[in-house]
């Protein structure tokens, strides 16, 4: 027998081993995801167990389950003693930004972010998020097609160079969700909205994931939403920008406070209302590289 048959069976995607994913069910993630209560709750006071860390995470992101009164989940955390320092993010944790964008998605109602906590745990205070297992079969959202594209159905983010001289024009879908996550991040001010950090559910939702570096005080916003830059905001869009700056100003600015600086949840008003007034997505900015590269 040699060594090879040894290995344990690796995750592709996160180089785990097979046996450290346990219950990762898609129709089971999606279902608990939409029970934010139940959730939450099973998030906050569940017995975390570490399983392993996520190999092609930037900063220490353990994969774990959580258990109370016989319900498992798994989930993310993402202790606060693994964050690497960010000279631009020099306030806060990346793990109050989880939780506050998070608060944020909730109080939109367009629940795109998995049920986040803060949380002691293990390895110290960090969030906690429900793991989100992808639904192996939901559509791409983003593909790269001729350079005089788009297809129809899909909207142009970029033209690129993909090796020996060719080029393709990246693109995502025309996509109610995707739109109303390009909103999210302009709320949030997103500096990294890349392929990779939204998942498709099996009950198709989408969910963002990965918001360590959102919030900040200077506009960053750098996704690869950029199909409806410019054009009038969808019209469910106004009613929820309109409630969540009443929000802001009441119970959810309560609840983000312990999370941002004053002057990060000044510029979060400012943001938004700038947003409602304007009634547009935002354009990408000469200052600031607008696209995640690589995208995914
Ligand atoms: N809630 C979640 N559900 C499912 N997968 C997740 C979730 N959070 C993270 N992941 C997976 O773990 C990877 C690393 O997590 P991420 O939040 O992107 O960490 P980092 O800040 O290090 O980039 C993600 O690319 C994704 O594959
Ligand atoms: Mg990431």
Same mark, same amino acid.
């Not at 995502?172 to 991040?185: C, F, G, I, K, P």
């Given at each position: 027998?040699? @060594? @090879?048959? +040894?290995? *344990?069976? =690796? #995750? =592709?995607? +996160?180089?785990? %081993?097979?046996?450290?994913? *346990?219950?990762?069910?898609?129709?089971?993630?999606?279902?608990?995801?939409?029970d934010p209560a139940t959730a939450l709750a099973l998030l906050r006071e569940g017995e975390l167990e570490i399983h392993g860390r996520l190999t092609d995470a930037s900063n220490a992101v353990l994969y774990c389950t959580v258990t109370l009164d016989g319900l498992t989940a798994p989930c993310v955390y993402k202790p606060v003693a693994g964050e690497r320092p960010l000279w631009d993010f020099p306030d806060g944790t990346l793990a109050g930004r989880e939780v506050a964008a998070y608060e944020i998605a909730a109080a939109t109602g367009w629940a795109l972010v998995p049920p986040t906590v803060l949380r002691g745990g293990p390895a110290g205070p960090g969030m906690v998020q429900l793991w989100i297992e992808p639904d192996p079969?939901? %559509?791409?959202?983003?593909?790269? =097609?001729? %350079?005089?594209?788009?297809?129809?159905?899909?909207? *142009?983010?970029?033209?690129?160079?993909?090796?020996?001289?060719?080029?393709?024009?990246?693109? +995502?879908? #025309?996509? $109610?969700?995707? $739109?109303?996550?390009?909103?999210?991040d302009a709320v949030l001010n997103n500096a990294d909205r890349k392929g990779g950090h939204w998942i498709g559910a099996a009950d198709g939702r989408i969910y963002g994931i990965d918001h360590g570096v959102t919030l900040n005080t200077e506009d960053k916003l750098r996704t690869l939403l950029w199909g409806w830059a410019d054009q009038p905001l969808p019209d469910e869009a106004q009613p929820v920008l309109k409630a969540l700056l009443a929000d802001l100003d009441g119970p959810l600015g309560a609840r983000l406070a312990p999370h941002l600086t004053a002057a990060e949840l000044d510029a979060l008003r400012a943001r938004t209302a700038r947003l409602a007034g304007t009634g547009r997505h935002p354009l990408p900015s000469a200052d600031w590289p607008s696209i995640p590269w690589p995208p995914v």
């Amino acid at each position: 027998m040699d @060594a @090879a048959e +040894h290995e *344990p069976e =690796q #995750d =592709q995607e +996160h180089g785990l %081993p097979e046996e450290a994913l *346990p219950g990762t069910d898609p129709a089971a993630s999606a279902a608990l995801a939409a029970d934010p209560a139940t959730a939450l709750a099973l998030l906050r006071e569940g017995e975390l167990e570490i399983h392993g860390r996520l190999t092609d995470a930037s900063n220490a992101v353990l994969y774990c389950t959580v258990t109370l009164d016989g319900l498992t989940a798994p989930c993310v955390y993402k202790p606060v003693a693994g964050e690497r320092p960010l000279w631009d993010f020099p306030d806060g944790t990346l793990a109050g930004r989880e939780v506050a964008a998070y608060e944020i998605a909730a109080a939109t109602g367009w629940a795109l972010v998995p049920p986040t906590v803060l949380r002691g745990g293990p390895a110290g205070p960090g969030m906690v998020q429900l793991w989100i297992e992808p639904d192996p079969e939901a %559509p791409e959202l983003l593909a790269l =097609q001729d %350079p005089a594209g788009p297809e129809d159905g899909w909207l *142009p983010i970029v033209r690129a160079e993909v090796g020996e001289g060719r080029v393709a024009l990246l693109v +995502h879908r #025309d996509d $109610r969700r995707l $739109r109303r996550l390009a909103v999210l991040d302009a709320v949030l001010n997103n500096a990294d909205r890349k392929g990779g950090h939204w998942i498709g559910a099996a009950d198709g939702r989408i969910y963002g994931i990965d918001h360590g570096v959102t919030l900040n005080t200077e506009d960053k916003l750098r996704t690869l939403l950029w199909g409806w830059a410019d054009q009038p905001l969808p019209d469910e869009a106004q009613p929820v920008l309109k409630a969540l700056l009443a929000d802001l100003d009441g119970p959810l600015g309560a609840r983000l406070a312990p999370h941002l600086t004053a002057a990060e949840l000044d510029a979060l008003r400012a943001r938004t209302a700038r947003l409602a007034g304007t009634g547009r997505h935002p354009l990408p900015s000469a200052d600031w590289p607008s696209i995640p590269w690589p995208p995914v």
